[in-house]
């Protein structure tokens, strides 16, 4: 069976499968070590969103990915900690490919980088609702903190079509700096109140981000990024008027 990984695809904001013989490795200078860890590590999180369109996040085994793809089950936990952190893992591919995407579109950031944002990971969230969901539930369920994620290394980076030297931290840590950035410029533009701190503002972006995902379970996630919007727009009026 011929092996897969998934790919960001920034012109659509989505996942795409390719082969993963597409992209030869050897001509960035990386060693074959280097890339069978990336490209195994990339094969993992493949075939757990594979099962998880088939079946319950419940039902998904470490070993039975362990077994498809080849590996021990200490391999595996050299990657990642437990299933919960395989999404970690794909939230942080997701908000990499949204920082591109806001940077390319809003050099300096403000009110309308965060718009876009929220509006871009709303569509990866509907395009995948599956995996969305699972990744919030994981944030509750799992250690965010302890998580085996670390920066990308360079294969990892190459392989997903990113820049070869990108770089990220814990997935929800590098999109907190996105917008507590885009917030201080923000109030600096005028566009918002200075009555506010930071934190109390990025608490209510926090709570728009994870509590629309779970407000929208049981009718789905289709229209993810016009409820987002909807309700910065409802946040930053309220803050406008206060």
Same mark, same amino acid.
């Given at each position: 069976?011929?092996?897969?990984?998934?790919?960001?695809?920034?012109?659509?904001?989505?996942?795409?499968?390719?082969?993963?013989?597409?992209?030869?490795?050897?001509?960035?200078?990386?060693?074959?070590?280097?890339?069978?860890?990336?490209?195994?590590?990339?094969?993992?999180?493949?075939?757990?969103?594979?099962?998880?369109?088939?079946?319950? #996040?419940?039902?998904?085994?470490?070993?039975?990915?362990?077994?498809?793809?080849?590996?021990?089950?200490?391999?595996?936990?050299?990657?990642?900690?437990?299933?919960?952190?395989?999404?970690?893992? /794909?939230?942080?591919?997701?908000?990499?490919?949204?920082?591109?995407?806001? /940077?390319?579109?809003?050099?300096?950031?403000?009110?309308?980088?965060?718009?876009?944002? #929220?509006?871009?990971?709303?569509?990866?969230?509907?395009?995948?609702?599956? *995996?969305?969901?699972?990744?919030?539930?994981?944030?509750?369920?799992?250690?965010?903190?302890?998580?085996?994620?670390?920066?990308?290394?360079?294969?990892? *980076?190459?392989?997903?079509?990113?820049?070869?030297?990108?770089?990220?931290?814990?997935?929800?840590?590098?999109?907190?700096?996105?917008?507590?950035?885009?917030?201080?410029?923000?109030?600096? *533009?005028?566009?918002?109140?200075?009555?506010?701190?930071?934190?109390?503002?990025? #608490?209510?972006?926090?709570?728009? /981000?994870?509590?629309?995902?779970?407000?929208?379970?049981?009718?789905?996630?289709?229209?993810?990024?016009?409820?987002?919007?909807?309700? /910065?727009?409802?946040?930053?009026?309220?803050?406008?008027?206060?």
């Amino acid at each position: 069976m011929m092996q897969y990984f998934v790919q960001c695809n920034l012109k659509r904001g989505s996942i795409k499968m390719v082969s993963i013989t597409v992209i030869d490795l050897e001509q960035y200078g990386i060693s074959l070590r280097e890339e069978k860890y990336a490209r195994t590590k990339i094969a993992i999180l493949n075939l757990v969103l594979e099962k998880l369109e088939e079946t319950s #996040f419940d039902e998904i085994r470490i070993a039975d990915v362990c077994r498809e793809i080849g590996v021990s089950k200490r391999t595996f936990f050299n990657y990642f900690s437990s299933i919960h952190h395989v999404f970690f893992y /794909l939230l942080q591919i997701w908000i990499i490919d949204t920082k591109n995407i806001v /940077l390319q579109r809003h050099p300096v950031a403000g009110l309308e980088s965060i718009r876009t944002a #929220f509006e871009d990971l709303g569509r990866k969230f509907a395009k995948q609702p599956k *995996a969305a969901f699972q990744i919030f539930s994981s944030i509750f369920n799992a250690d965010v903190e302890t998580a085996k994620i670390g920066r990308l290394t360079k294969a990892e *980076a190459i392989l997903w079509g990113f820049d070869a030297m990108v770089s990220e931290e814990i997935p929800m840590l590098g999109f907190r700096k996105m917008l507590i950035c885009a917030i201080k410029n923000a109030k600096m *533009a005028g566009e918002l109140s200075d009555n506010f701190d930071l934190t109390t503002i990025e #608490f209510s972006l926090n709570s728009i /981000l994870i509590g629309v995902p779970f407000t929208l379970k049981d009718v789905g996630f289709t229209n993810i990024s016009a409820v987002y919007k909807t309700q /910065l727009d409802i946040l930053w009026r309220g803050l406008k008027n206060i």
